[in-house]
């Protein structure tokens, strides 16, 4: 074990990314074999439906995550996460079209359906590549963190914090909502990217396949969860953490306060990028609307509700706010936002830290408790 | 700095052309050295013929009326504000006109402003570990490692500010003084030469600035201190050399009792409050 790496171990040794990440596995697990063990029809059964839409959860929760990074340690609300969970999910519905081949509707054996039907006549030069899944999957990572490096090297270095810098990546997404409407930029404008066939020569429709990727996105989000914690554990995190309560005091005593914005920043938009792309091949489809100014804001929301500064809550909060929006939709589609917004509403009333906050001051109060006892003690 | 400038940065491409890190060097006595330092705001003379001179170890009392020019004297000093005459050494080598203000505060002058600030949400003691001297890059900061000597180092800090009890608890929770006893603590943390510290005692109880006054005598010997305070009764208690400033230059120095009999200063300022 060497020192370069402690960071990343650090978390492992911890209390509560031992539970959480129990929680996880189990979870995981119990599906997995729910949905393998048991026979169709019977109550305990989980359909390869459920499969896929707790997969969905998953990404949600791993987006979640990467947005808590930075708006609970760093300080920095982000309202376009959902650009770089987008860009993640682009990168990989463009390696996804190009492994259908001729078994489009047009058999083109190289272009993609829409750009048949566009009269292109080959391929634009940044769709090569992406038929290679190492170079698609390299790009999930690499795209939307060059966006968010460039990004973030002009704001933090101009010093653009707060509520303008939560404006600027609002409008960020916006204009990428936008340009990607646009047949002529090659990403099949309004209708996105579809009709994927297989993963990795796996099947999509297939049960297997699906339960083979909820598997990976539960593997993606512990990882994505010990990275995140790996960093709010270390020094660095500490760091974040005084550039949000005091980012002149930090510049003060010696730090680049600009570079370790830069810095989270780049990490946060990478793990969105990556839970983009698991999200694509269990959805079926990316479209524009992930770039949705909307979407961004029910990111924030999900963490808020979940819980700022603890990880965990956004774990909490993107699944349950998802849970009771698949409820709500199927029973009064109408009003689901409304609900979001009193739910949203109350907790920030109620709950200012959110769950997570609850289940603190349930822990606080036990060790307390015991502190107390030890002191009567001694 | 632009990865431009660290790319066309002709010094660092080979380590013999590098600038010698040169210590602070007081052989000769003085650690700052101020003289005939003049400074202006658009032609109100703030800094007028300022001569001051700072031993190696001294624990100098800076007093003066509102308007007398201190806070511009630290700020020449810290390489805020430039003057527009004069010089300002450090020890006899380092001239801190040519610098700027993150170089002079690595040569190791440590401010602390009248306001403290400290991080409440972290505690006690991750507040004193990231004012540690350390290399304060990315990646270093990512995987630094609290070693057993920085955690001794941290202790001695503590003890020294007499926080110890308080050494886990988060830093928002501590009172007005406490909180200044932290930030003078993670000034020490960088380990200063010289330590400006600005008003400390301003809205502390009596005993808290007793405590001051004990802390900041004891840190005198191995760092070179200057307080700029109002409150004479503590400038009494822990001065042994007192600068008076009137209208940007000095009116008198010397040892309390000298200066609080000077008549000039008694018609300034010290009358005044008589």
Known sequence: MTSSNMWLLRPLQERSTQIFLGLLTAAVVVVTILHLATPEGSALHVSAYTVTLLGKYLCYALLAVAVDLVWGYLGILSLGHGAFFALGGYAMGMYLMRQIGDRGVYGDPILPDFMVFLNWQELPWYWHGFDMAWFAFAMVLLVPGALAFVFGFLAFRSRVTGVYLSIITQALTFALMLAFFRNEMGFGGNNGLTDFKDILGFDLRSDGTRLGLFIATGIALAVGYVVCRGIVTSKLGRVSVACRDAEARTRFLGYRVERVQLFVFVVSAMLAGVAGALYVPQVGIINPSEFSPLFSIEIVVWVALGGRATLYGAVIGAVLVNYAKTVFTGVMPDAWLFALGALFVLVTVFLPKGIAGLLQKRRKATDDDGANAQEVAA | ?274
């Open chain 2, 1 to 274: 700095m632009s990865v431009l400038d660290q790319l066309t940065n002709r010094d660092q491409v080979f380590d013999f052309l590098a600038p010698e890190a040169s210590p602070v060097d007081v052989r000769h006595g003085p650690i700052l050295y101020m003289e005939d330092v003049s400074v202006s705001f658009d032609g109100f003379k703030a800094i007028n013929n300022l001569n001051l001179t700072i031993d190696d170890g001294e624990l100098r009392c800076i007093i003066g009326p509102n308007g007398a020019g201190k806070t511009t004297m630290m700020d020449i000093i810290t390489g805020k504000t430039r003057p527009d005459t004069g010089s300002v050494w450090f020890g006899s080598r380092h001239n801190l006109l040519n610098m700027n203000e993150p170089d002079i505060a690595s040569l190791g002058i440590g401010r602390k402003f009248q306001k403290p600030t400290v991080f409440e949400a972290l505690t006690v003691f991750e507040n004193l570990e990231l004012a540690m001297a350390a290399d304060k890059r990315i990646l270093p900061t990512l995987t630094a490692i609290m070693k057993p000597e920085y955690r001794d180092q941290i202790d001695e800090v503590l003890e020294m500010i007499g926080l110890q009890s308080l050494r886990d608890r988060p830093a928002g929770i501590l009172s007005h003084g406490q909180k200044q006893w932290l930030e003078i603590g993670m000034l020490l943390m960088q380990k200063p030469r010289l330590l400006l510290v600005d008003e400390p005692v301003a809205g502390m109880t009596e005993q808290e600035m007793e405590r001051t006054a004990e802390l900041l005598t004891s840190l005198a010997g191995k760092q070179s201190v200057v307080v700029v305070e109002h409150d004479m009764g503590f400038v009494r208690s822990i001065a042994r050399e007192v600068t008076v400033l009137h209208q940007g230059s000095v009116l008198a120095e010397g040892s309390m009792d000298q200066v609080s009999n000077d008549p000039e200063v008694i018609k300034v300022y010290l009358g005044e409050e008589a």
